[in-house]
């Protein structure tokens, strides 16, 4: 990671992604980028915004952007592409002009147009970037949800992170109660390949949303790796609608991936 990449839209909401930005940016020395896209509105009031919004961040360098365009995962995708390993930095309860929230439009089509991770930052994420806490990694068992897993890894192995898988259950799921360990076996593998070790915990519940926040909650987790599963006429696998329920509950950032353009197996 060599440049975060910040959407702001010009609310308070939005601008809570920035304290998770500039310990990110002092942490790792990346570079900040802070991003509008803005319809109508004169070019120099957003600069003017920005500017000041870059004060906010420590790491000397910030720089910003104003597009004209009523698609603006369209223009921080296309921001993104052209910095060096970018990572999208992004608040999932910012409101724009039209007063939708973001995790219902601006991050939900950022994800859909992307393969990369972004980290979304939910509105009782706490004001720091990850650190030493462990970093949980949902999964759900299946070929797909284990897409996350080479993202998780080097997650893990850049910002120093302990992995902690947990395995997503029904509480109907007879094999998970007594084959859990099989079940994860690939992780658990992929993992150890890589020379990592990793606690793992099956949880039995349905549906799973507040859950994983809460388990993310008691084990002072720092960070969320977790994918989703964003194609339309399929059924959604567990982690499809657990992601941004997660997001939006949880106390950390949330490191989420859209599943469907990696290329690790299919279901």
Same mark, same amino acid.
């Given at each position: 990671?060599?440049?975060?990449? =910040? $959407? %702001? @839209? *010009? /609310?308070?909401? #939005?601008?809570?992604?920035? +304290?998770? !930005?500039? &310990?990110?940016?002092?942490?790792?020395?990346?570079?900040?980028?802070?991003?509008?896209?803005?319809?109508?509105?004169?070019v120099a009031a957003r600069l003017a915004y920005l500017q000041q919004m870059s004060g906010r961040i420590r790491r000397p360098g910030t720089r910003v952007e104003v597009r004209h365009t009523r698609q603006p995962e369209a223009a921080i995708v296309e921001i993104a592409s052209s910095e060096p390993d970018a990572l999208v930095c992004l608040s999932t309860h910012g409101r724009g002009a039209v007063g939708q929230t973001l995790i219902g439009s601006t991050a939900d089509a950022v994800?859909?147009?992307?393969?990369?991770?972004?980290?979304?930052?939910?509105?009782?994420?706490?004001?720091?970037?990850?650190?030493?806490?462990?970093?949980? =990694? $949902? %999964? @759900? *068992? /299946?070929?797909? #949800?284990?897409?996350?897993? +080479?993202? !998780?890894? &080097?997650?893990?192995?850049?910002?120093?992170?302990?992995?902690?898988?947990?395995?997503?259950?029904?509480?109907?799921?007879?094999?998970?109660?007594?084959?859990?360990?099989?079940?994860?076996?690939?992780?658990?593998?992929?993992?150890?390949?890589?020379?990592?070790?990793?606690?793992?915990?099956?949880?039995?519940?349905?549906?799973?949303?507040?859950?994983?926040?809460?388990?993310?909650?008691?084990?002072?987790?720092?960070?969320?790796?977790?994918?989703?599963?964003?194609?339309?006429?399929?059924?959604?696998?567990?982690?499809?609608?657990?992601?941004?329920?997660?997001?939006?509950?949880?106390?950390?950032?949330?490191?989420?991936?859209?599943?469907?353009?990696?290329?690790?197996?299919?279901?």
């Open positions: 990671m060599k440049t975060l990449v =910040v $959407p %702001l @839209d *010009g /609310s308070p909401e #939005a601008e809570t992604a920035l +304290p998770i !930005a500039d &310990a990110l940016s002092t942490r790792f020395g990346a570079d900040v980028v802070l991003v509008s896209a803005i319809g109508d509105e004169p994800l859909r147009a992307t393969v990369r991770p972004v980290l979304l930052v939910g509105p009782r994420c706490e004001p720091a970037g990850p650190d030493a806490g462990p970093m949980l =990694v $949902p %999964l @759900d *068992g /299946s070929t797909l #949800a284990n897409r996350i897993i +080479p993202t !998780a890894i &080097a997650v893990a192995q850049t910002w120093g992170l302990q992995p902690a898988l947990l395995h997503l259950a029904h509480p109907q799921d007879a094999e998970s109660a007594t084959h859990a360990d099989e079940i994860l076996r690939p992780a658990l593998d992929l993992f150890a390949q890589a020379g990592l070790t990793v606690t793992h915990e099956v949880l039995f519940e349905y549906p799973p949303t507040d859950y994983v926040a809460d388990h993310a909650r008691e084990i002072g987790a720092s960070l969320i790796v977790m994918g989703t599963h964003l194609r339309t006429g399929v059924r959604r696998l567990i982690l499809g609608s657990v992601a941004m329920a997660t997001v939006h509950h949880a106390p950390c950032p949330v490191l989420v991936q859209n599943l469907d353009g990696t290329a690790m197996g299919t279901d």
